[in-house]
């Protein structure tokens, strides 16, 4: 029973280590410009997936700074099973602060030691015209025996099988005194894509109202929705200039890019020129929104 | 497209032709600065005047000139001076000898672009006196009024430092001004071309590409530019959040503003954004013409309180975080 108690202590201990250096960042930083480089857990077990963060962040004009990005992280025991990319954009006492952010999902391949290798990142300052380069350290991580496979925590075990017991239990004695089967959740979840397409689906059936500024206002609203969704980028306080350039920023497709700016232009032209769409006009647009969901959803 | 709108912007593509030449013309003498010299454009579309504010050797002044010389007008430039007095400025009744009568001597007022340079360093007496004249476009010497001509439009530049010896414009007198313009110092491209420019021994000139007449009619067209519900809703919106930021869900500005934007801020914002779409030859009004002109429009409009100035929060800050905020229709 000492020895239990003892793996008990030694497991909290672990367990507030890891959570301790859970938001681990190791910074570079050159001017004003900084690199920041973090895993949410370093000592994941084989089955848990590991966040690599990978952060740069810099004030002032947008154009000062030319980037060369930096290359996929070199990873040791680790595989990168995903990736995307955020920018944001902040303003704080007249400086405004941008923000791209890389964003790596990582896979443990096998339990022992693993690592991040170094993050390195070369820019020029346009002004100056002085190079600089950042470079990250490595991250250690070490990969722990997934629940299943371990042999240290009978004690938890044992416990977790009580929780479970005692919880079924519980609902089996209250579903018997409220007389009814227990409902589970049935519903998928359904893809981004797919519910804007839903969504868009619903707008055609409210066409027959004749409101068309309404009917437009709602396809710009789907298709600013599902690109806040997608690319992170608030739409709601933004206009469609704004939309586009923060488009290109992220160096989305320029064929995308190009298809939403149409989508945008036309819901525009009707909001604030007061243009009166033909029949052709109504279908066109809904075909062109419902077109550009389809396409991303392949 | 709405066939009143389609007309329109067929009618801003004829009128807006001067557009081109006289950026290209302006272009020969002043090297970037774009900002400055299509919010220039745009106070000259929207008959309101304009406050240039910079370091010295910015092109402020040589803008103003160059766009006086691309156009046919009359054209005064008046140095303020703290010695300067009112009637140098609106002119004054002198004797005459011959038939022993007092005849009105009208002033540099009396043309159609002003160039007030420095207008911080004359005592508020001037201020005051051109600013009557900006608002009221007429001035009374003696007993007798005189209508200003037309297009009048008063470009004012002052230097943010060497405060020493100075005159502030107060707020309300800055209200008049339409537009505010920081201008900001140029790229090291431009500052090659600059060197190149500048330094042959032969300034630049540019010529006249178009009169008065061409202006007036052009503010006609900017005049009936279409400016929907929805967008007007909006300035209003963006108005309003200067003065209640609260009711905005803007909480962390309550305290930070001692005075909102007045209702000229308003009738400026929507001016200036249907010159804006002039510029773009678009017949109507949408959010991007707002937000690209509203910091321009805003920026003198807002007195902050003693609790922004000490923590070093502008009035700049605060519009920005209202553009931030105010969901764009």
Redesign the interface.
């Known amino acids: 029973m000492a020895r239990q108690v003892a793996k008990l202590g030694s497991f909290f201990i672990v367990g507030s280590l890891v959570l301790l250096l859970g938001n681990l960042s190791l910074y570079a930083q050159e001017g004003k410009v900084s690199l920041e480089v973090g895993v949410d857990n370093p000592r994941p077990t084989l089955n848990e997936k590991v966040r690599l963060r990978v952060k740069l962040s810099w004030e002032g004009d947008s154009q000062r700074y030319e980037f060369s990005w930096p290359e996929e992280p070199k990873c040791r025991n680790l595989q990168i099973v995903g990736n995307s990319v955020t920018n944001q954009q902040t303003a704080k006492a007249g400086v405004t602060n941008w923000v791209k952010e890389f964003d790596y999902i990582l896979k443990p391949i096998e339990e022992g030691e693993g690592g991040v290798g170094p993050v390195s990142l070369t820019y020029t300052d346009l002004q100056t015209e002085k190079e600089y380069s950042l470079k990250s350290r490595a991250i250690g991580i070490e990969v722990l025996p997934s629940p299943k496979e371990g042999k240290g925590t009978p004690l938890l075990f044992i416990l977790g099988f009580f929780v479970v017991i005692g919880g079924a239990s519980l609902s089996a004695l209250l579903v018997r005194k409220r007389g009814k089967p227990p409902q589970e959740p049935t519903e998928e979840p359904i893809c981004l894509e797919r519910r804007k397409l839903q969504e868009l689906e619903e707008v055609r059936r409210g066409r027959i109202s004749g409101d068309f500024k309404a009917y437009y206002s709602s396809i710009a609203q789907i298709l600013r929705e599902y690109i806040e969704e997608k690319y992170g980028i608030g739409t709601k306080e933004v206009t469609t200039y704004d939309i586009i350039n923060s488009l290109r920023a992220q160096e989305v497709d320029e064929g995308e890019v190009k298809t939403v700016e149409e989508i945008l232009a036309q819901c525009d032209l009707v909001k604030f020129a007061s243009h009166q769409p033909s029949e052709e006009d109504l279908d066109s647009i809904w075909l062109a929104t419902k077109g550009y969901l389809e396409k991303r959803e392949e | ?2 066939e009143e ?1 389609k007309a329109l912007n067929e009618r801003i593509k004829e009128e807006s032709s001067f557009v081109e030449a006289l950026t290209a013309e302006m272009g020969k003498v002043i090297v970037g600065q774009k900002y400055m010299v299509d919010r220039l454009l745009v106070g000259l579309l929207s008959n309101g005047h304009i406050l240039l504010e910079g370091v010295p050797g910015l092109a402020k002044t040589l803008a103003v000139k160059t766009l006086s010389a691309a156009i046919r007008t009359k054209f005064q430039r008046i140095q303020f001076t703290p010695d300067l007095l009112p009637a140098d400025l609106i002119g004054t009744m002198v004797y005459n000898q011959k038939t022993g009568d007092f005849i009105p001597k009208k002033g540099p007022i009396f043309a159609n672009l002003i160039l007030a340079d420095e207008i911080n360093r004359a005592p508020a007496k001037v201020q005051s006196a051109l600013l009557e004249a900006m608002q009221e476009r007429q001035v009374t010497i003696g007993e007798d009024t005189y209508p200003l001509d037309d297009p009048f439009l008063v470009l004012a530049t002052q230097n943010p430092i060497e405060q020493e010896g100075t005159y502030p414009l107060p707020e309300a007198q800055v209200d008049r001004f339409m537009l505010k313009l920081k201008i900001g110092y140029p ?2 491209k431009e500052e090659r071309e600059i060197i190149e420019r500048m330094t042959k021994g032969e300034d630049p000139q540019a010529d006249p590409v178009i009169g008065p007449e061409e202006i007036i009619r052009a503010r006609e067209v900017v005049s009936s530019i ?1 400016v ?1 519900e ?2 007007k809703n909006y300035i209003i919106d963006l108005v309003f959040a200067t003065r209640n930021p609260e009711s905005y869900g803007l909480d962390e500005l309550k305290g930070l503003i001692e005075y909102g934007s007045s209702p000229r801020a308003s009738i400026y914002l929507t001016t200036a954004s249907r010159a804006h779409a002039f510029l773009r030859r678009r ?6 013409d707002v ?1 690209s002109i509203g910091m321009d429009v805003l920026r003198h409009r807002i007195i902050v309180t003693y609790e922004a100035e000490a923590e ?3 009035a ?2 605060i519009i ?2 209202i ?7």
């Open positions: 497209m709405n709108i790229n090291k279409y929907d929805k967008i017949g109507y009004v949408t959010p991007e937000k070093e929060i502008t700049e800050d920005q975080k553009f931030n905020k105010i969901e764009v229709p």
